[in-house]
């Protein structure tokens, strides 16, 4: 949950190593990370919001942005200036959408879940108790 370090590197021979799905066949090994931290996604993320996201919202299209949790968690500390330290503490809940209102430069007007308050706080908590507890949560329903 740092924001720095990189949890352990996942070896290429196990099955959850991007390698080994053939939607990544067309890129190198050497682009498919094994580990990856906070900053390292946002370091990815950043680039594709400025060349490709942002120009299509500002031609006025609405976009749906879907992501696993540090990809979200990258863009949630983008757009609200959350520092490196603070960031993890953030909670992003499992499958309730986080509507963001932009001005016409981009800058957050406004912020919501499209949930019940209640639903998502009972979200936000799994997920925090999931990474205190260091379970892992099994995304292959």
């Known amino acids: 949950r740092?924001?720095?370090t990189r949890p352990p590197e996942v070896d290429r021979n196990d099955s959850r190593?991007?390698?080994s799905d053939p939607k990544y066949s067309n890129l190198n090994q050497e682009e498919l990370p094994i580990s990856?931290?906070?900053q390292d996604t946002v370091n990815r993320i950043l680039p594709y919001w400025y060349r490709t996201i942002a120009p299509n919202i500002e031609s006025g299209k609405k976009v749906l942005l879907v992501g696993h949790g540090?990809?979200?968690r990258a863009l949630v500390k983008h757009f609200d200036k959350i520092s490196s330290s603070e960031i993890a503490k953030v909670n992003i809940p499992l499958g309730i959408p986080l509507v963001y209102e932009l001005s016409e430069k981009l800058k957050p007007l406004n912020k919501y879940y499209l949930g019940k308050d209640k639903k998502v706080k009972?979200?936000?908590e799994f997920v925090a108790n999931q990474h205190k507890n260091k379970e892992r949560i099994n995304?292959?329903?």
């Open 2 to 4: 740092s924001y720095e």
């Open 36 to 38: 990856e931290s906070l």
């Open 122 to 124: 009972e979200a936000m």
């Open 17 to 19: 190593y991007p390698g």
């Open 139 to 141: 995304y292959n329903v």
């Open 70 to 72: 540090n990809s979200l």
